[in-house]
């Protein structure tokens, strides 16, 4: 379980999922049950937080394999038949787990006091490790793939660049052009030329008059040039 408590210290927002490892850690041998049910309800968190951070709706009844196959599904795993397969598979593990866990609970269907004693028994050692270990693989794996994801998916961050003005004085034979066709205004002892009016109150307009300007002169510069 150590590989899971290390994803978990490097992935700070599953930290609550420790108490799941705790539970787990403490009753495997004494009641296994226990350790199965908490493997259920890890695999189940881890699921439907990725479900929800991704902003798939779960059906209230939905089993553990089905929301294991919606994570699943949410982080991309379902365009070849290979992983579609694999992620099939994992998603199994959880669900037989939860099963298991029904089988041998202490409290599932109201046992007799010598299958409650014997409910250990049912599954060896061996069997347990192999069983908590898988569950392991499968929380680390859907962890991992969800924040790798996360980064990836991240859009860039681009700094927006200032806005390059227009120099109206660099501007000047445009400003030539635009003053000849409209003029000049005079208000009491002040004048103005029309270029200077517009660069000053509507920018936009001007810089649009300016860009029309330029792809004409350009325009015709490359019809003269084909003239030649």
Known sequence: MQKLRST????????????YIDRMEAHLESDFSHSLENAKALLEAIGKEICKVRGVELKADSSINGVLKNAFST???TNTNLVNQISSALATIGQQVGELRNEIGATSHGRSLDEIRERNNKVDLLTREFLI???MVVAVFLIRAFEDRKEIEKPPIVEAQPEVRIDYFEASVFNDLWDDAYGEFAMEDYSYTASEILYSVDYKAYKTEYDVFVACALELAEEAKLEE
């Open 75 to 77: 982080l991309g795993y």
């Open 133 to 135: 270990d898988s569950t």
């Open 8 to 19: 978990i210290v490097q992935y700070t927002r599953w930290s609550e999922l420790t108490i």
